[in-house]
């Protein structure tokens, strides 16, 4: 399964990019800005986000528990 992380040594923020649909619902709920909205298109077509900013993340796992295709992973 395809994983896309940033971050360096502080890889908190992974979005699993087959499963995700690009609802942004991830980018909405996030209090540190930590997703860029429209910034890939995964193999489905979708247009998804991407953890950017994940050193800027503090682990409040939101968008974990609000996407609905359980395509965000913290860590
Ligand atoms: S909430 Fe989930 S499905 Fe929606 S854009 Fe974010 S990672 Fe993708
Ligand atoms: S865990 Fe919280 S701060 Fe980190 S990316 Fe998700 S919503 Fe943003």
């Known amino acids: 399964m395809k994983l896309m992380s940033f971050g360096g040594d502080s ?4 979005i699993i990019e087959k499963l995700c649909k690009g609802c942004e619902i991830c980018v909405k709920v996030c209090p540190k800005n930590v997703f860029e909205a429209k910034a890939k298109v995964n193999e489905y077509g979708y247009v998804i986000p991407q953890p950017v900013r994940a050193d800027a993340c503090i682990k409040c796992k939101l968008c974990e ?3 609905p295709d359980f395509a965000v992973e913290v860590e």
């Open 11 to 14: 890889l908190t923020v992974r």
């Open 65 to 67: 528990m609000y996407c």
